[in-house]
């Protein structure tokens, strides 16, 4: 089990297969991305000898993330890779969902265990205003499809911002009253290229917890695989709902996951100052070597991250690593 110096176990590993997205979220990449290609992505080779490292260091869980990963067209082969890898229990994938109507059931057939669906507003105005796309049904629509052909772990991501969606959390809680999915909250957080808008719309997920604390959710037990989400049930609710607060105290006690870029660059933090490059033994198909070099770059992960004092590290946008 890859541990770092602070006892911390590192059994989760959020894959990135590509920077690029299609979307233009106002919080990310307002401006969309900044060529219409994505140049050095890892190939599936690469990714194959990646996975297998990471599952004799102990992984059992893999997130797909981008960018948007859908635009690869290699989809369907990492997800089945990742699923078919000895040690690897569950393959999950974060997705903007534009191509979920069409290809889920390719999805669940290669092996894909759980979805987390990015869906900032219910209201489709305001889902057009804060992603550039008027795409709202056609998200629903295809979360509805992924529940029928028998994906069940289903989550959504919704990025609160004080001008944008946050007089709309009774639609958010509305939708969980009648859908057994979990709606998960994330705090805005501040990258190197959002630092005014962050200032106009940062909401202390502190202060959304209070507020349904109040209401009657109770906070439940984390698990093993569980990200960085403290979740919460309700009896009058189907659903169940999330809240991802990295400007809370002591957000990094509890770290379980390493990121990996699409350039096969190691970040032992969202945050971190720079990716650590482990492209040459993946290249080579090395995987005794890749352990060795993922062990000896873990020693160097720092405690904490420093965003409460403004610090975020070589993450100009969330793009770069799928957040």
Known sequence: MLQDNFGRQFHYLRLSVTEMCNFRCNYCLPNGNECDTSKGNMTLNEIHTLVQAFARLGTSKIRITGGEPSLRRDLIDII???????GIEKVAMTT?????????????????????????SLDPRMFAAITGKDKLEDILAGVEHAIAVGIKHIKFNSVIL?????????????????????WRFIELMQTGDNASFFAANHVRGEDVKKALLAQGWQRMVREK????A???????YLGKLGLIMPY?????????????????????????????SIRDT???GDIEGTCEALRAHLSLKTASHELQKGFTGATKQLAMLGG
């Open 225 to 228: 695989h569980a990200g960085p």
């Open 80 to 86: 089945s890779m990742c699923k078919n890898t000895p």
């Open 162 to 182: 004080k001008q944008f969606n946050l007089g709309g959390l009774t639609q958010f809680l509305n939708y969980l009253k009648t859908h057994a999915v979990t």
């Open 230 to 236: 403290q979740e919460f049930t309700h009896s009058d």
């Open 282 to 284: 993946l290249s080579s």
């Open 96 to 120: 903007n969902a534009f191509r979920l109507k069409k290809d889920v059931q390719r999805y669940a057939d290669a092996g894909l265990d759980a979805l987390n669906v990015s869906a900032d």
């Open 248 to 276: 809370s105290k002591d957000f990094c006690t509890t770290c379980n996951r390493l990121r990996v870029s699409s350039s096969g660059k190691l970040h032992l933090c969202l945050f971190s100052q720079h990716g650590l």
